[in-house]
């Protein structure tokens, strides 16, 4: 499908399920994909989310303008509005129900934009291998905090977007165009707890071997949870094998699955 978008034309492919929806989900990609490479990697997986209609939006040339100050994404030095792009979608698509938003890598990066500047739009967010941006390489601070339910997921052995933060590797700066420093995948979780007001201390419970699940909740906030997958490289947790340069992929759990849970259950 085509829509316009801040003066661009941009394409996406919606997935409606069978008797209606309760939902919008606005799906991003990583870098050099599409959201047909997406779907495919991840098995058509977000499809059969129940209840919920998928919106896979198509970067620019492959890549979004994410929320990182030393970017260097084709999107970036366009001056693409992928913003724009998120709430046309989500104006021609979501007929009064709730919006939310889930990202991958660069994806994932759009997805933290998303919740900087345009929190008003989505009603929650996961962030799949990817993580907020330090202080200094924040594109987007001083907007008001407008509190929303953030699921992460990241992998300990992530060799594109470390767990423990700080800068990507040289290599994967050049090969992606990106760069400056990170937060930690804890850092990450437990900045937006703290954006939702959030105070208590964090649980950490064991879900399997090689999952633990990490949350932040408190009456009257909205929480905050990651997963932390040892082992896990830069994939998307669930059935479907990644790319082999990619890393491993953790099969205890399954995206989608955990995102229900959290999210709408």
Same mark, same amino acid.
Not at 160 to 171: L, S, T
């Given at each position: 499908?085509?829509?316009?978008?801040?003066? *661009?034309?941009?394409?996406?492919?919606?997935?409606?399920?069978?008797?209606?929806?309760?939902?919008?989900?606005l799906v991003f990609h990583g870098s050099k994909q599409n959201g047909a490479k997406f779907r495919a990697v991840t098995g058509g997986a977000f499809d059969a989310i129940p209840g919920t209609a998928v919106a896979y939006l198509d970067g620019y040339r492959g890549?979004?303008?994410?929320? *990182?100050?030393?970017?260097?994404?084709?999107?970036r030095r366009a001056g693409v509005d992928d913003v724009?792009?998120?709430?046309?979608?989500?104006?021609?698509?979501?007929?009064? *129900?709730?919006?939310?938003?889930?990202?991958?890598?660069?994806?994932?990066?759009?997805?933290?934009?998303?919740?900087?500047?345009?929190?008003?739009?989505?009603a929650g967010a996961t962030i799949i291998a990817a993580q907020q941006p330090?202080?200094?390489?924040?594109?987007?601070?001083?907007?008001?905090?407008?509190?929303?339910?953030v699921l992460l997921l990241h992998g300990t052995s992530d060799r594109?977007?470390?767990?423990?933060?700080?800068?990507?590797?040289?290599?994967a700066r050049f090969v992606f165009q990106v760069g400056g420093d990170m937060?930690?995948?804890?850092?990450?979780?437990?900045?937006?707890?703290?954006?939702?007001?959030?105070?208590?201390p964090p649980t950490t419970a064991e879900v399997s071997a090689s999952v633990s699940r990490t949350d932040y909740r408190e009456d009257g906030h909205a929480p905050v949870r990651l997963y932390t997958l040892r082992g896990?490289?830069?994939?998307?947790?669930?059935?479907?094998?990644?790319?082999?340069?990619?890393g491993p992929t953790n099969r205890d759990i399954a995206t989608t699955e955990v995102m229900a849970d959290f999210l709408w259950r």
């Open positions: 499908m085509e829509i316009d978008a801040a003066g *661009r034309t941009r394409t996406y492919t919606l997935i409606e399920p069978d008797g209606g929806h309760d939902r919008l989900l890549n979004w303008n994410d929320a *990182r100050t030393a970017s260097r994404f084709p999107a724009a792009f998120a709430e046309a979608v989500a104006g021609r698509h979501a007929g009064g *129900r709730p919006v939310y938003a889930a990202g991958y890598s660069n994806g994932g990066g759009l997805v933290v934009r998303l919740l900087h500047e345009r929190p008003d739009l989505v330090a202080p200094s390489n924040l594109l987007v601070p001083g907007r008001p905090v407008v509190p929303r339910p594109i977007v470390p767990y423990e933060g700080g800068e990507m590797a040289a290599w937060l930690s995948a804890p850092g990450t979780a437990a900045y937006f707890a703290e954006r939702n007001g959030i105070t208590a896990g490289g830069h994939t998307i947790p669930g059935p479907h094998p990644g790319p082999r340069l990619a």
